[in-house]
């Protein structure tokens, strides 16, 4: 396992932004069950959620106010685990579980905020702008996101990565619908490696 720091650059390939945070830590050979304050700051910062500003000032909130750092880890990795979970049962045609939803909804409940839209790329698009007010906003742009995907179900075409040793989670959103790697760079050309090796020793 990579030691997460600043400049490791992370994964973000599921393509909306609830894939990527129920990916996270995603360093090649992840995902894993840990998560770090330093990991999460570098996500937020990472998927645009907060200005690096924000994450060097949220970096320090670990040794300045070790409560608040902790609370929001501990309801990010609930999140977090809920969202794997719930996916998971979309990728697998599978019932998400009520409780699962519980953690998204907390988040949904204490997050006010309002929808704007904003121009992107010459594209318009919905964006949800949270009131500050405590460090839970941080988390409602992905609660939001999240449950999205979980109203669209089959229609957000969610896909685990075909390597069974990533187990990260995408977004199939090629024409054909037949993306199987989470990344052609990462897991794509390890499989390609390893097939042609055993064609060859074979
Ligand atoms: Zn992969």
Redesign the pocket.
Known sequence: MPSPNLTTPLLLVGGRLALDFANIPSYPGSPAEHLSWEELIVFLQASQIISAERGSSLLALSGSDPDAAQSLLSRSIRLRDALRKSFGAIVRKELIAREWTEPINQILRITEGHDEIVLEENTWKMEFKAREGGLDWLLAAIARSAAEIIVEGAQARLRI?A?PA?G?FFSDKSRTRRRR???MA??GNRHKVASFARRHVS
């Open positions: 990565c390597n990533c990260l790697w989470c990344s990462i897991c």
